[in-house]
């Protein structure tokens, strides 16, 4: 109940200091503002957690039995940790609607509500039944359902007015390269829900309350 205290120190990874202004690349903090997105629509009668997966989205592998949108927010759906780079592997060209396939395309690990193991697919397959449901892309949907009402300064897929704070030592054979993780306009434009989005430190927080 009493106003946020703030403290920003130090700067990014090229030296640019940080503060109230700056943005973020939160991660899978994002995956906050999907299931926000889900139960607003619940909220306006559009789902019910309960649906069956098949229900929204028919021709995903995973439409089985026993899979439903609350299994798919909870990560006791069954699908793995993430679709397959084999077939799917990032190169220069990947985008949104390649990574929504690959995740239609991913069938269960093992049978639903037998195990919670986090997954980056369920929430894909949840950012796709809202697009599917408001007939929008998941980042214009986003805006409306959850970063304007909460006046959250918050993006996905859309390039931010300011340039967001580098990240130091990202671990990955993409460092340096045009296709780095987190920190080049490729990861950011690919508007993947599950780990694409920026905040500000504040949007963060409205989020999280």
Same mark, same amino acid.
């Not at 120190?9 to 503002?33: Q, R």
């Given at each position: 109940?009493?106003?946020?205290?703030?403290?920003?120190?130090?700067?990014?990874?090229v030296g640019i200091p940080l503060n109230e202004e700056s943005i973020f690349p939160i991660?899978?903090?994002?995956?906050?503002?999907?299931?926000?997105?889900?139960?607003?629509?619940?909220?306006?009668?559009? &789902?019910?957690?309960?649906?069956? @997966?098949?229900?929204?989205? +028919?021709?995903?592998? $995973?439409?089985? !039995?026993? #899979?439903?949108? %609350?299994?798919?927010?909870?990560?006791?759906?069954?699908?793995?940790?993430?679709?397959?780079?084999?077939?799917?592997?990032t190169t220069a060209d990947l985008t949104w609607a390649t990574i929504a396939q690959a995740?239609?395309?991913?069938?269960?690990?093992?049978?639903?509500?037998?195990?919670?193991?986090?997954?980056?697919?369920?929430?894909?397959?949840?950012?796709?039944?809202?697009?599917?449901?408001?007939?929008?892309?998941?980042?214009?949907?986003?805006?409306?359902?959850?970063?304007?009402? &909460?006046?959250?300064?918050?993006? @996905?897929?859309?390039?931010? +007015?300011?340039?967001? $704070?580098?990240? !130091?030592? #990202?671990?990955? %054979?993409?460092?340096?390269?045009?296709?780095?993780?987190?920190?080049?306009?490729?990861?950011?434009?690919?508007?993947?829900?599950?780990?694409?989005?920026?905040?500000?430190?504040?949007?963060?927080?409205?989020?999280?309350?």
């Amino acid at each position: 109940g009493h106003p946020v205290e703030r403290l920003f120190v130090g700067t990014d990874a090229v030296g640019i200091p940080l503060n109230e202004e700056s943005i973020f690349p939160i991660s899978s903090v994002g995956k906050l503002a999907v299931a926000l997105a889900i139960l607003r629509l619940g909220d306006a009668g559009q &789902l019910a957690l309960d649906d069956a @997966l098949a229900h929204h989205l +028919p021709d995903a592998e $995973a439409a089985q !039995a026993d #899979v439903t949108v %609350r299994t798919l927010l909870n990560h006791t759906s069954g699908l793995p940790f993430d679709y397959s780079r084999e077939t799917t592997p990032t190169t220069a060209d990947l985008t949104w609607a390649t990574i929504a396939q690959a995740c239609l395309q991913t069938a269960l690990d093992t049978p639903p509500g037998t195990r919670v193991a986090y997954s980056e697919v369920d929430y894909i397959l949840l950012a796709m039944i809202v697009e599917r449901l408001t007939g929008q892309r998941f980042g214009a949907a986003l805006n409306s359902l959850v970063f304007e009402p &909460l006046e959250c300064e918050a993006y @996905l897929g859309d390039e931010p +007015p300011r340039s967001p $704070a580098r990240i !130091a030592h #990202v671990s990955s %054979r993409f460092s340096g390269t045009p296709l780095e993780p987190y920190n080049s306009v490729f990861h950011r434009a690919l508007a993947n829900p599950s780990d694409s989005m920026l905040a500000t430190a504040d949007g963060a927080f409205k989020l999280v309350r």
